[in-house]
């Protein structure tokens, strides 16, 4: 299995393009089941959870071409004219907890599917129960037997309001996916406020849907009966630009951040590492990001957006270990998203976890090990822990990086650090 190897004491220094979101892109790709025309994205980074979602709407019957315009990118012509399975089945899904988007499109155009429950995951129990209440307020009938969920709407969807008593982020991008297609208007409340939402609410108008107050907490869809042929372009990734960010505190660096505006995508972030200290300077076409003296302990809050993302508080906490003084981490999304604290005081951070709260004692020197990636961003985070530790690290488990995290090597070496893939 392939290991990463990463060297202590590196300084990062250099220019990082941001490629596409990975979290903007699988909603996007999704929504291609809704048309039987195609659908052109540009800008989809090439990572293992889109390779994942192609072969699910493979599976489906839909097809695609794929042209490479960079390293870092590539434009996926997607094609749904010729559906004929309607099932997404627990071998895919259970790899890629986000094939869930492909429930609400399914349903919207061809009024019945199957889907596997996705399950828990390592971050938490991640229930789906609002993404089937939205549906159910749309008049989807929903059975739930042998770990499937068997979604039918004979007479189509009907356009309905619906009040999430929790803000979801693929939930909410699930029912709006389903609602353009509805007959009539479909108002949907306390609805997430996420850029990516923003992007695939953009996206679904490009292809003809009639969709306003994306941005907000009310999004109002009114239903259309078909879709056209449409070209977009996926957004930038955000948490990649604040990994980044986070990678020139941890390694006293510097970094500029190119291809998006970061301000406007990480408000909470950028606000929270100006107080630890580090300094952020507009430049064309994205941030530089600098070390610029000692950094300040700080305390943390996930929370849904404009909040601090909780897919850079591993991140965060990988750097606070380096921080003088004591900081505090408060998880408020994902009920068990501290399994890297383990992995980091296994390199000698100072870590007291009591339920979503974690203690973090700063300034001690890390020292390489061995460690597990856990998840996605928890692997990135002892990626960026070591770059900083002394000695060097054997990250097992990297598949995690190789679904989000796009040519990480590529991108570190143009900044003139080593890291390296091992068998
Ligand atoms: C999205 O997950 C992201 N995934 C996650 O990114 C991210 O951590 C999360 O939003 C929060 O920002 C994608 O966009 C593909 P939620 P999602 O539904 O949509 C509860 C990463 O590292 N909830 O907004 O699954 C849930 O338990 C990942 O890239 C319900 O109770 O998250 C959680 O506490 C991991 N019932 C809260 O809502 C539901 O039906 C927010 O979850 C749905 C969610």
Not at 80 to 101: G, H, W
């Amino acid at each position: 299995m392939v290991k990463i190897k990463v060297y202590g004491n590196q300084k990062i220094d250099g220019i990082v393009p941001i490629s596409g979101a990975k979290n903007s892109a699988l909603p996007l790709l999704a929504a291609a089941i809704l048309s039987s025309n195609s659908l052109k994205l540009k800008n989809v980074p090439p990572l293992l959870d889109v390779s994942t979602m192609l072969d699910l709407l493979e599976s489906l019957g839909a097809t695609y071409q794929i042209n490479q315009d960079s390293m870092y990118a590539n434009t996926i012509e997607l094609k749904a004219d010729s559906i004929y399975n309607f099932t997404a089945p627990y071998e895919i899904v259970k790899k890629m907890r986000a094939s869930i988007l492909v429930l609400g499109p399914l349903l919207a155009r061809f009024g019945k599917c199957k889907v596997s429950l996705p399950g828990g995951c390592a971050i938490g129990v991640r229930p789906i129960d609002l993404h089937l209440k939205g549906l159910e307020a749309l008049g989807a009938t929903i059975d739930l037997s042998d770990g499937y969920i068997r979604a039918s709407a004979a007479n189509g969807l009907k356009g309905s309001d619906f009040d999430f008593p929790t803000t979801t982020v693929t939930g909410t991008e699930n029912v709006m996916l389903a609602a353009t297609l509805a007959e009539g208007t479909t108002v949907l409340k306390n609805a997430a406020l996420e850029p990516e939402i923003i992007d695939l609410a953009n996206c679904l108008n490009k292809m003809g849907a009639k969709i306003s107050g994306h941005g907000t907490s009310t999004i109002v869809i009114k239903g259309v009966t078909s879709l056209h042929e449409a070209e977009y372009s996926v957004m930038p990734d955000r948490i990649e630009a604040g990994t980044y960010a986070i990678a020139a505190g941890i390694t006293r660096g510097r970094v500029d951040l190119i291809g998006g505006n970061f301000r406007k995508l990480l408000p909470s972030f950028i606000d929270k590492m100006e107080k630890a200290g580090l300094r952020f300077t507009d430049i064309e076409n994205g941030l530089r990001v600098e070390y610029s003296g000692e950094l300040s302990p700080i305390s943390v809050n996930t929370e849904p957006f404009p909040g601090f993302p909780t897919d850079l508080q591993a991140q965060t906490m990988a750097m606070l270990c380096f921080v003088n003084g004591e900081s505090n981490i408060y998880e408020n999304i994902w009920e068990n998203r501290f399994m890297h604290a383990a992995e980091l005081m296994r390199m000698g951070a100072n870590i007291t976890v009591f339920q979503a709260h974690a203690n973090i004692k700063g300034g001690k020197r890390l020292k390489g090990a061995p460690v597990m990636a856990t998840d996605l961003r928890a692997s990135i985070s002892l990626v960026l822990a070591a770059l900083a530790a002394d000695g060097s690290t054997i990250i097992d488990r990297v598949y995690h990086l190789d679904r989000g995290y796009c040519c990480v090597k590529e991108k570190l070496a143009n900044c003139g650090v080593t890291i390296d893939r091992i068998s």
